[in-house]
């Protein structure tokens, strides 16, 4: 008998409980800050999809609460979270035409940029279009938002992203030089060390300019990329052949 008691109570209280949670949950669904605490917490648990429909439902349902335009956001934020990269990058660029005056518009300005790097291909000889585009986005931010706490950041993974280029542009020199195509080498080697200095192919570029213009028999030029990388890198890998190759063109013979 006291069994049966103690189980009718518990099914008294467990039931209690349900009725009560459901009809919290039925009220969260029917307020915009509930429904987006609801999202927020599948955000937190990494449950993306569950978070991504519970945002747009705070979007559709309640456009023109304050938290629909958070839920806007955050929707890229998801995308981004769950290494969607497109649709984040989607989602930010929206939400900056939608939102210019937004308070955090830097933080967009920011995603968008990063949205750009992340889908930069690892291997450096496919297209390499987003990490112009990541350039150009972080650029903006650097310009428009100079104060941003974003900035140490976005400056960065620019320069991660100029280091892709550069890498690029180096395989494409070696490329040609390898197969002795010193004109389009010399092309590439001098853009590689106009476009990207200091990211550590100055001195191989001026070295391999200097031999591809020597090879096409522009000699004046050939000199003058030899001196410069003896003079800006004496301590340079390169000095002596650079300096045997300078010998030659005063003595006036060639490389066979």
Not at 192 to 209: M, Q, V
Not at 223 to 241: I, T
Request: net charge positive; with cysteine; charged share 25%.
């Amino acid at each position: 008998m006291r069994f049966q008691l103690v189980r009718c109570s518990l099914i008294v209280i467990v039931a209690t409980l349900w009725i009560v949670g459901c009809a919290t949950i039925e009220q969260d669904a029917q307020d915009p800050t509930g429904l987006y605490d609801q999202a927020e917490r599948a955000y937190q648990r990494e449950n993306y999809l569950s978070a991504l429909e519970k945002f747009r439902q705070v979007k559709n349902r309640y456009p023109y609460s304050s938290k629909a335009t958070q839920a806007e956001l955050r929707i890229a934020d998801t995308y981004f979270a769950q290494e969607s990269y497109i649709e984040a990058e989607a989602g930010y660029e929206i939400f900056r035409e939608m939102h210019p005056a937004y308070p955090e518009i830097d933080y967009v300005q920011f995603r968008v940029g990063l949205s750009f790097f992340k889908q930069i291909p690892d291997n450096i000889a496919r297209d390499l279009t987003a990490a112009h585009r990541a350039i150009e986005e972080f650029d903006v931010l650097l310009a428009k938002y100079p104060s941003s706490k974003y900035r140490e950041e976005a400056e960065k993974w620019r320069k991660q992203a100029r280091t892709k280029l550069a890498e690029h542009e180096a395989y494409v020199a070696n490329f040609y030089f390898q197969r002795k195509h010193y004109l389009s080498a010399s092309y590439r080697y001098a853009s590689l060390f106009k476009t990207f200095p200091g990211l550590g192919y100055d001195e191989i570029s001026l070295y391999r300019l200097g031999v591809c213009y020597y090879r096409i028999r522009m000699f004046p030029n050939s000199r003058d990329a030899l001196q410069r990388l003896v003079k800006d890198f004496p301590n340079s890998g390169f000095k002596g052949d650079a300096f045997a190759l300078l010998k030659n063109m005063e003595a006036g013979t060639t490389i066979p």
